[in-house]
T-cell receptor, first 113, second 113 residues
Framework: NAGVTQTPKFRILKIGQSMTLQCTQD?????MYWYRQDPGMGLKLIYY???????DKGEVPNGYNVSRSTTEDFPLRLELAAPSQTSVYFC????????????FGPGTRLLVL | AQSVTQLGSHVSVSEGALVLLRCNYS??????LFWYVQYPNQGLQLLLK??????LVKGINGFEAEFKKSETSFHLTKPSAHMSDAAEYFC???????????FGTGTSLTVIP
């Protein structure tokens, strides 16, 4: 099992550009999550999904969109990149809910200039 | 909304000394509690978790934590620090039935030889 994989590892965007951060898990987990990590701020939940076709907002959803067409994939879309979106993004998954261990991907470092 | 407080953003201990990392949470219902560790340029991985049952929880690498409801705390300890323990440690809480994970701001542990 590869676990949770994320691509790309690093990306530089110009203000106003768009991009999609990819996340795939091969553990047949139902729940998937997107977080951003900023220095001294811990992790903030952006969006989560409880299964294919079902997504919901987390604590900091503004400026992002998600979709979940399959159990395995949970891409995060930035439509109009802003400097405030410079961060490290982590995808995670659990089998069936918020009482379980989260399995994290290695992260995507995004710089918006 | 939940809040998670980790006292001390940086903690330094000597090799072989006791490690104590503090975590307090706010919740009106018994929460689920987690400690995660993050090594440089990696995703987070679970150290230990409390859901129900015994309040003293043992995790990997010799770490343990005790859930104290009266103090709303879940402090992480290890009797003897090893150089390999140097990392960032995050306390996290989820509160049923809400679908959210809340992370503390993290504590960076330095181990001095």
């Amino acid at each position: 099992n590869a676990g949770v994989t994320q691509t790309p590892k690093f990306r530089i965007l110009k203000i106003g550009q768009s991009m999609t951060l990819q996340c795939t898990q091969d553990m047949n987990h139902n729940y998937m999550y997107w977080y951003r990590q900023d220095p001294g701020m811990g992790l903030k939940l952006i969006y989560y999904s409880v299964g294919a076709g079902i997504t919901d907002k987390g604590e900091v959803p503004n400026g992002y969109n998600v979709s979940r067409s399959t159990t395995e994939d949970f891409p995060l879309r930035l439509e109009l990149a802003a400097p405030s979106q410079t961060s490290v993004y982590f995808c995670a998954s659990t089998y069936n809910g918020f009482q379980e261990t989260q399995y994290f991907g290695p992260g995507t470092r995004l710089l918006v200039l | 909304a939940q809040s998670v407080t980790q006292l001390g953003s940086h903690v330094s201990v000597s090799e072989g000394a006791l490690v104590l990392l503090r975590c307090n949470y706010s919740s009106s219902v018994p929460p689920y509690l987690f400690w995660y560790v993050q090594y440089p340029n990696q995703g987070l991985q679970l150290l230990l978790k409390y859901t129900t049952g015994a309040t003293l929880v043992k995790g990997i690498n010799g770490f343990e934590a005790e859930f104290k409801k009266s103090e709303t705390s879940f402090h992480l300890t290890k009797p003897s620090a090893h150089m390999s323990d140097a990392a960032e440690y995050f306390c996290a809480v989820s509160d049923p039935p809400g679908n959210q994970f809340y992370f503390g701001t993290g504590t960076s542990l330095t181990v001095i030889p």
